[in-house]
Nanobody
Framework: QVQLVESGGGLVQPGGSLRLSCAAS????????MKWYRQGAGKERELVAL????????NYADSVKDRFTISRNNDKNTVYLQMSSLKPEDTAVYFC?????????WGQGTQVTVSS
């Protein structure tokens, strides 16, 4: 049974930090490109960051570049999103996604709220 389970979301003040985790099971995590998306209220889902299967390459949306860092541990079947200098506009549900050729899996999402 394929599962992607996000955790680490919550309420944080502007300027603060959070680390999201996405634990995978039920598929060969090490060959999948892993991505983080987010969807704010009334907004379309947007790609935030991605990391290649071996972790050798990453890419970020301009809105989070230099503030967010994506990483993965293939021994633990987990991908992370370290978020710093958080802004109110980062408030959203954050989802992880696993992609390999025509196979896609999504997690259920974790809420991140940036507010004072």
């Amino acid at each position: 049974q394929v599962q992607l389970v996000e955790s680490g979301g919550g309420l944080v003040q502007p300027g603060g930090s959070l680390r999201l985790s996405c634990a995978a099971s039920g598929f060969d995590f090490s060959i999948y490109v892993m991505k983080w998306y987010r969807q704010g209220a009334g907004k379309e889902r947007e790609l935030v960051a991605l990391i290649t299967s071996a972790g050798g390459s990453t890419n970020y949306a301009d809105s989070v570049k230099d503030r967010f860092t994506i990483s993965r541990n293939n021994d633990k079947n987990t991908v992370y999103l370290q978020m710093s200098s958080l802004k109110p506009e980062d408030t959203a549900v954050y989802f992880c996604k696993a992609t390999y050729i025509r196979s896609d899996y999504w997690g259920q999402g974790t809420q991140v709220t940036v507010s004072s």
